[in-house]
């Protein structure tokens, strides 16, 4: 395990410096301690999620008093001082980073007629003798590897990878060696003597499938294993692309920016990934970055850093160690030479935005650009002109008219967003390559200019040369909709001020995010409207990494894999990573339980402060699970209470209503076409999965059965097992989930094994945009106790491989729907291209005629609110979306749109409160569990058979049958949900930071 300091300590203090302290007169409650959770809910029967379209819009909602939750972390100094002064709101800690934004490089369209793809061409695995001598006893024989990459032509030396040489038929006996140099990896593994026989090899990282080799007794057979990178692509990167990320990389200095820009509230990546994650830093990246543990001081030996800034010898003038012979010096951070903090305006060419501030890029990385651009095999003018003099010619708040640049061979098609930081980040880069490149921003209000930064290239010829910026909604079918199955194309744009939620686990990012399997079938994969990587990056050699961190066995494994990646991705420039918040959120104070003192206790539940999410959209599952009101509330009594206080009463007033604000508006509202993380919030509202993380803890330490009794997993080596994605592999995990018996959907629907295999294969097959990248190695699924009178409620999962991953990816991202409902339009059994993969396609109100299919078994339902065209009031599946006058709408909802969601009293976890409490699954599982120790098992069922017969207290209920003494309907409540828990695995001591009010109806506030 990588040991990475403590991100939390950090982030707290440095927004704790911008909070206001003890001697303000008048402040926000922030919160104090972690934030506790609740297992089941929703506490609040409704729930009305409003659109503002953008996130300055939805800050003043909320400063207005019409939001209770927000959705999106605040972004600057001043945004704290705002919110955070107000005594009716309530500020949130830094919960860490779950993700950064940063620039994204389409790696599809060439750049100025320089491809950044190339076909990639691999030779059939093969074995090679070299030597055979004497050696093992009578009947036996040995085997010494030499492992060759012959993608590269050369020995692999890597430390983590291990082959497995196994007896063919049989597969035993077997043995697993790994490089026998250890941590000093030669190349060479030894085999030790084993049986006589025929054996296949196959390694844990790399693609040496189908090699058979013969071992004949008393011998020690020498070869060499040419294998290729592990990766499904049909092409890679060029050096071009590297140089080209490397080039763009050096245009921002980022931690001055980030400084200027957010003060304490966003940190500087220090790569491709977030340390919140377990990963390290690059060595020698300076402090300033998020996780930078310093520079080396001069003269010390070359960083990684280092290494990768001088990886092409381009830089022969740079005192970088690595760059030329004697240099003593060290680049402070990925790409980025020295710490310039150059302003907006004070340079003839950088004009920015209305933000001001620092940021620009000073000589050194000017003049580093400029060589990584030539050395793509562009050129400059005049020609005798040097990076050097176009660096110099930076300089200056005077036009000169001609300077020394580069020569524009085309156009860039760069889009940015127009949110606070990636439109200001987006425009220094923007400006920078105007700049470099003869055409700088300043003259943009010239006629006739035609600049190199083209902002809007959806017309031929460009002609949008003055910055221009667009919302998420304008982008989609821009950037991420660029697949033929789209109707898009893979060209449309060149840069992308883009983000990366990143969750829990590298994984995240290294195999999600950037593996060619999510390209959509442009390098790899099935054709779909969303792909996952839609910037294209094709490279088998991340592909090889991030899957063997996927897939690996141990979590401490992984992470070492994932680890390498990151450098690999480092030394590629794959993204320019620019900023990433800390993660503080401001909520209505009238829902913080953390100040109860009598009608509330304050370990109860309410706002739940998620590990990396907080509350933003898509990371808001278990507080809006839990958001309560405080009893008696009154926003004008607080001392300092603002003059429009009583427009801050929770829910508006309503004790039954929690109010969300969306900041950006949504498209898409199915399981397979999703793509936002607001999109995401709805879906996964509604729809829901088998298994929960616990929100107060990063990672899969602490998984809990949501839908399930119990799930268990074995794996058998020897096991062959194959779908159409990676064809066959050897060595299969089998998984067997239980489902719990009062697992429903909305509409009242028993939850099937068939329903969750069905939604398991569906986003393999169809396949979801998303989803299908975490059941891209599943074999099968399939209900084991489905036939006719059976209760179908034990569901067999086949993997291939053993990942320490498979629980997660399985259990907490495959959202179950219900097969009656999609099958007509995904297929039975689904099929590729299914019509609810169509971006025509919408569940939430079928071409605008039909009752919507948005039924799951998640906490929340969407009913039809209304009568429209073809639908009833009150249709369970919805459309529960309107548009601005009130009329129902589909999944394209926009400015002063809204959607009504409602608890569903049919969910599982449903309902510790309101009018459905004594009659829901909770209160039963909750009845039956009498010693409340997260499950019901024998010492429960002992319990009431002792008392059978006898007007015991407790179990004499009448909210479970009637009469004065326990009877055989009590009995059977018990039977029923024998084995049923709300903590199980865990018990409630264990699961940190849970209520301790585990029982909502049995225990007092404090607990049991």
Request: glycine share 10%.
């Amino acid at each position: 395990m990588f040991k990475v300091l403590s991100l939390a300590v950090v982030l707290s203090l440095s927004v704790l410096m911008v909070l206001p302290g003890t001697y303000t007169p008048v402040r926000a409650v922030n919160q104090n301690g972690p934030t506790r959770f609740s297992p089941f809910g929703p506490f609040t029967q409704q729930m009305i999620i409003h659109f503002y379209s953008d996130f300055d819009p939805a800050l003043s909602a909320f400063q207005q008093g019409q939001i209770d939750i927000s959705d999106w972390t605040l972004q600057s100094t001043s945004q704290i001082n705002t919110f955070c002064s107000n005594p009716d709101f309530y500020c949130t800690s830094p919960t860490g980073p779950g993700g950064y934004f940063g620039l994204m490089i389409n790696n599809h369209p060439s750049f100025m007629g320089i491809p950044l793809l190339q076909p990639r061409t691999v030779g059939p695995v093969s074995f090679t003798t070299t030597n055979t001598t004497p050696g093992c006893s009578t009947g036996f024989g040995s085997l010494q590897i030499t492992l060759r990459n012959q993608e590269t032509a050369a020995t692999i030396l890597d430390f983590l990878n291990i082959l497995t040489v196994r007896n063919q038929p049989s597969g035993s006996p077997s043995v697993m060696v790994s490089d026998s140099g250890g941590s000093s990896p030669n190349g060479v593994y030894k085999v030790p003597c084993m049986l006589a026989g025929s054996y296949s090899i196959m390694s844990s990282v790399y693609n040496a499938t189908g090699i058979i080799v013969t071992v004949a007794g008393s011998t020690i057979k020498s070869g060499i294993l040419n294998v290729n990178w592990n990766s499904p692509s049909s092409l890679k990167t060029t050096q071009a692309r590297t140089l080209l990320g490397a080039a763009i990389a050096h245009l921002i200095d980022d931690p001055a920016w980030v400084s200027g820009a957010f003060g304490s509230t966003a940190l500087a990546p220090c790569a491709n990934g977030i340390t919140s994650q377990g990963i390290a830093c690059p060595t020698g990246t300076s402090t300033m970055y998020q996780g930078g543990l310093g520079t080396p001081p001069p003269g010390g030996p070359a960083s990684q850093i280092d290494l990768a800034e001088c990886q092409f010898n381009n830089h022969p003038w740079l005192n970088v160690a690595g760059c030329s012979p004697g240099a003593t010096g060290h680049n402070i951070g990925p790409y980025n030479i020295a710490d310039d903090k150059i302003s907006v305006s004070s340079e003839f060419w950088n004009t920015g935005t209305s933000y001001g501030g620092q940021g620009y890029s000073g000589h050194d990385d000017l003049q580093a650009a400029c060589d990584d651009f030539v050395s793509m095999g562009l050129t400059l003018s005049p020609s005798t002109a040097t990076c050097n003099d176009v660096a110099n010619a930076a300089t200056g708040t005077i036009d000169p008219g001609a300077y020394p640049h580069i020569v524009p061979n085309g156009q860039i098609k760069t889009y940015i967003r127009v949110n606070f930081g990636r439109q200001q980040s987006g425009q220094v880069i923007a400006d920078t390559l105007n700049f470099l490149f003869g055409t700088p921003q300043n003259r943009a209000s010239q006629t006739g200019f035609v600049g190199t930064v083209c902002y809007d290239a959806r017309t031929t010829p460009c002609t949008q040369f003055t910055p221009k910026y667009y919302t998420f909604s304008q982008v989609t079918p821009i950037v991420f909709e660029d697949t033929v199955a789209s109707g898009g194309s893979p060209d449309a744009w060149q840069l992308y001020t883009g983000s990366h939620s990143v969750g829990f686990f590298p994984a995240e990012q290294y195999f999600v995010n950037h593996n060619s399997i999510g390209t959509g079938g442009i390098c790899a994969g099935q054709s779909v409207i969303h792909p996952e990587n839609p910037e294209f990056w094709c490279d088998p050699e991340t592909d090889t990494f991030g899957s063997a961190g996927e897939f690996a066995p141990t979590l401490n494994l992984s992470e070492q894999f994932f680890q390498t990646e990151l450098v690999y991705e480092l030394n590629r420039a794959v993204d320019v990573p620019a900023f990433t918040f800390v993660n503080a959120f401001v909520e209505n104070n009238g829902w913080n339980f953390q100040q109860c003192t009598s009608q509330c206790a304050n370990t109860q539940s309410s706002i739940v402060n998620t590990e990396m999410q907080g509350t933003i959209a898509g990371g808001a599952y278990f507080t809006l699970l839990n958001a309560r009101q405080v009893p008696g509330y009154d926003p004008c009594a607080l001392p300092g209470a603002p003059v429009n206080c009583s427009s801050y009463k929770p829910g508006g007033g309503n004790p039954n209503l929690i109010r969300r604000g969306f900041s950006q508006d949504t498209s898409n509202l199915s399981p397979f076409t999703f793509n936002s993380p607001w999109e995401g919030e709805i879906v996964s509202s509604i729809f829901d999965t088998m298994l929960q993380p616990n929100p107060n803890v990063s990672g899969s330490s602490q998984l809990f059965d949501w839908g399930t009794i119990s799930h268990s997993s074995s794996f058998n080596p020897n096991e062959v097992g194959c779908n159409s994605i990676n064809g066959c592999v050897t060595g299969v995990t089998t998984q067997i989930w239980r489902l719990r018996n009062d697992w429903k959907f909305s509409d009242g629907n028993d939850v099937k094994a068939t329903d969750v295999a069905y939604s398991i294969i569906a986003n393999r097959d169809v396949p979801s945009s998303l989803l299908q990248v975490y059941v891209i190695n599943v074999v099968s699924a399939v209900g084991l106790d489905c036939a006719p009178g059976q209760p179908c409620k034990t569901l067999q999962v086949k993997i291939q491989g053993q990942s320490a991953l498979n629980d997660f990816s399985i259990g907490a991202t495959q959202l179950v729907i219900e097969k009656s409902l999609w099958a007509p339009s995904c297929g039975d059994p689904p099929v590729a291209g299914g019509v609810c993969a169509s971006p025509t396609f919408d569940p939430m109100y079928p071409s605008g005629n039909a009752p919507g299919i948005m039924v799951g078994p998640g906490p929340w339902a969407c009913i039809s609110p209304i009568a429209g065209t073809g639908v009833p009031a009150g249709h369970i599946g919805g459309p529960c979306s309107r548009d601005a006058s009130g009329k129902l709408v589909g999944s394209a909802i926009t400015l002063d749109g809204t959607v009504l969601l409602s608890e569903n009293t049919n969910f599982v976890r449903c309902c510790p409160n309101g009018p459905s409490a004594t009659s829901s699954s909770l209160y039963k599982v909750s009845y039956a569990d009498h010693n409340n120790d997260g499950v019901v098992n024998i010492l429960d069922l002992a319990d009431i058979a002792s008392h059978y017969g006898t007007a015991d207290p407790y179990w004499v209920n009448p909210n479970i049958a009637s009469g004065t003494t326990v009877g055989a309907i009590d009995l059977a409540t018990v039977a029923i949900y024998f084995g049923h828990g709300i903590t199980a695995p865990y018990t409630p001591r264990t699961l940190t930071q849970v209520d301790p009010q585990i029982d909502p109806f049995f225990c007092p506030a404090t607990g049991c």
